[in-house]
C-alpha cells in the first residue's frame, strides 16, 4: 500500500526558508509515469499548487511561486523535499504531500487531480 508521510517542519519564522520531506512507503519514487506533488491549504482560501517532481527527476511549479520554490528528490531514501525561500505569515498553511495523477501539471486542480495523500502537517510562519 502506498503511503506518504510529511515531516514535521519545526519552527519557522519570517525570511527563513521553510523545509519539509516527504517520505514513500510502498511505493518507489521512480515508477514509470509517476509524480509527486506539494499542495497546501489555508482556511478559507483555494487549494494552493506549489509544485511536482516526476518519477524522471524533471520539475514544475506554480509559476506564482516559482521564485523562491525548490523541490529536490533523495531516491534512495524514497524521498522529495519542498524548499520555500523567504517566507511570510501568508505561507502558514497547512502542506500535503500527494502523489499527481495529471495530465498537464499546469491545469486547475481540486482534490481529486491528486492521491496517496500525506496526512498533511502544519506550518504556521510566525516571530
Known amino acids: 500500500q502506498e503511503q506518504l508521510q510529511e515531516s514535521d517542519p519545526g519552527l519557522v519564522k519570517p525570511s527563513q526558508t521553510l523545509s519539509l520531506t516527504c517520505t514513500i512507503s510502498?511505493?518507489?519514487?521512480?515508477?514509470?509515469?509517476?509524480?509527486w506533488t506539494w499542495i497546501r491549504k489555508s482556511p478559507g482560501k483555494a487549494l494552493e499548487w506549489l509544485g511536482t517532481i516526476a518519477y524522471n527527476g524533471n520539475t514544475y511549479y506554480n509559476p506564482l511561486l516559482r521564485s523562491r520554490t525548490s523541490i529536490t528528490r533523495d531516491t534512495p531514501k524514497n524521498q522529495f523535499s519542498l524548499h520555500l525561500s523567504s517566507v511570510t505569515p501568508e505561507d502558514t498553511a497547512v502542506y500535503y504531500c500527494?502523489?499527481?495523477?495529471?495530465?498537464?501539471?499546469?491545469?486547475?486542480?481540486?482534490?481529486?487531480?491528486?492521491?496517496?495523500w500525506g496526512p498533511g502537517t502544519q506550518v504556521t510562519v510566525s516571530s
Open positions: 500527494a502523489r499527481d495523477v495529471r495530465a498537464n501539471y499546469y491545469s486547475a486542480i481540486n482534490s481529486t487531480d491528486f492521491t496517496s
Open positions: 510502498g511505493g518507489s519514487i521512480t515508477t514509470h509515469n509517476y509524480a
